[in-house]
């Protein structure tokens, strides 16, 4: 499934807002020393996202241009939530409960 | 640069301005609190290198307030437009007291029960704008949102069912009205007790069908954490929509509030994705951007909760 920003893409714009808006108002040495660290220790994670390969988005974007051509047949929303809610368990999983019931399993 | 817009603004204005500080939040456009005569004023100012496609100028936006405070919607008094603030385009309105955060609008102690219909009241003055009032205002429609998914080119299967379910059950048109674009809880001034008494952020003003702009405020994201009560996370759509029809003479019914309930919510699921693409292109780097695009998902869900509910 492809998402975007990709996990290596957020890491990459935590970087720069560290390095960019908050290293620049640290004036406690320890604190900007510990700043450094874990910008540092963040880099690692970024290289590390660097080396896996792309994820194949290839179904989503079948079933996307599929239903753009007005191809819908039953089942297909079913089909589509589950996605959505897989995603959301890593983007937002609090968000599920505010449907209480009605959030798949 | 606050000295050189002080200056600006005393030339303006003809009295000493306090000293003008930066107000949080907004990432398209500055906003600068300033005292100047004995007035409450805010200071609109465009942000540096943010080109926003379908929203208007500063210019543009200064004369929509203008209009809606002619037609008597209570709305922030325009006072000046400057062509050239420190460098950049600039309006000065006044700054009305009150709670714009939509998360406390929904928690807020002493929340009038005639918010709801207070907002219906200011709505229906807005949609009687005379067009010709405001003849520079584009017209929108729902093609518009497919260019801006293709734009992004993401693949986004549960967006292309909103579209696809929208283009099939279209109800029959309304003549387009001026509408505010962004109408909803967190675009407008709360007191409590007092309830609503400003209409803010006028920058998505366009012409376009009125029940899409009536039921913007029904989309769950800006229902801030309150999903039970429909209209904003402040109260039921009833009374509002009751208000309204009986202000315009139109007569929009719950089926009609419905539709374009999830049209808003495809609106928005792309405009995460817009927003998303903003930061990835590089024309302006922020973290909010970058998750907007993941927090997408969300509207993705709600689209296909509305789905469901439209298919039972």
Redesign the interface.
Known sequence: M????TAQ??TE??L??LGGEILPTIEDPRLRFRTLVAMNALSIVYRELERLPLED?TE??E???R??N?D?PPG??AR??R???E??R???PR??E??GK?APE | MIAEMREALQAVLGSEPSEPKLLAGGASKEAWAVDAGGERLLVRRAAVGVIHRHTLSLADEFAVLEAAHEAGVKAPRPIAYIPDLDGREAFVMERLEGETIGRRIVRMDGLPAELPTQLADELAKIHAIPRARLAFLQEANLDRMVDELDEVG?????I??G??WLREHRPPPREPVVVHGDYRIGNVVVRPHEGLVGVLDWEFAHVDEPVRDLAFALVRAWRF?V?DKRLGGIGDVEPYLDRYNDLTGLDVRAEELDYWELAGNVGWAIGC?TQ?QR??SGLD???EL??L???G??V??EI??L??KV?A
Do not use: N
Not at chain 1, 2 to 5: D, G
Not at chain 2, 154 to 158: D, S, V
């Open positions: 492809s998402e975007r920003p893409e957020l714009a935590i720069e807002f988005d989503q974007c079933l996307a241009q239903i753009r007005g819908v297909t929303l589509v939530k996605d959505v809610a995603r959301l890593i983007a937002s968000y599920l505010t449907y009605t | 993401e693949a986004r299967p549960a292309e069912l579209l696809w954490g999903p994705l998303m930061h990835l780097r922020s973290v970058a998750v695009g993941r927090l998902a969300e993705e869900y296909c909760h789905l469901e298919a």
